[in-house]
């Protein structure tokens, strides 16, 4: 089975196709930054795009994937002007604000809040915390997070303005 990962080709067995796409990340294909917390779809912090949309990767059986375009947080950097990596508005926010505290769910935080960007590239304060309320971050960093995705909201205003 072929699964298109952060604009590149897997191929992956298909023995198991109820297997999720969490451990195939983290597993077989040594992108760890999508991260296991609650097993359950609850939590977040294994949140990866499919097809643009925010997606729990520790309950998407890989059967359910082929011919979709997953990203993870390895992918949302891209080459800047100079072909060296340039870390997406979320990452740079996230970092510049210092969401993080232990870090373990901001990689499923950072995918939610580039899959509301995209969606919605200047959302409210309001908006924000509706769409990152299903993130769960046992640190309480909330505050924090709020602020970085209106923050990268911002940049990414920024970087489309003629």
């Not at 294909?29 to 499919?50: E, K, P």
């Not at 935080?109 to 580039?114: E, I, L, V, Y």
Request: hydrophobic share 35%; glycine share 8%.
């Amino acid at each position: 089975m072929k699964l298109d990962i952060n604009g590149k080709e897997h191929e992956v067995s298909d023995e198991n196709p109820h297997r999720v796409l969490l451990w195939v990340l983290r597993d077989e294909l040594g992108l760890v930054g999508t991260r296991f917390s609650c097993g359950a779809g609850i939590c977040g912090a294994c949140t990866v795009h499919v097809d643009g949309v925010a997606t729990r990767a520790c309950i998407s059986p890989i059967s359910l994937l082929a011919g979709k375009r997953i990203r993870t947080v390895e992918g949302l950097s891209r080459p800047g002007p100079d072909g060296k990596p340039r870390l997406h508005p979320v990452q740079r926010a996230f970092l510049q604000v210092q969401a993080p505290q232990c870090g373990w769910c901001m990689s499923g935080q950072m995918m939610t809040a580039a899959a509301l960007l995209e969606k919605n590239p200047s959302p409210s304060p309001e908006q924000v915390v509706e769409a990152m309320s299903h993130n769960y971050c046992r640190c309480g960093t909330y505050p924090r997070i709020k602020k970085a995705v209106l923050a990268a909201a911002s940049q990414l205003a920024e970087e489309t303005e003629p």
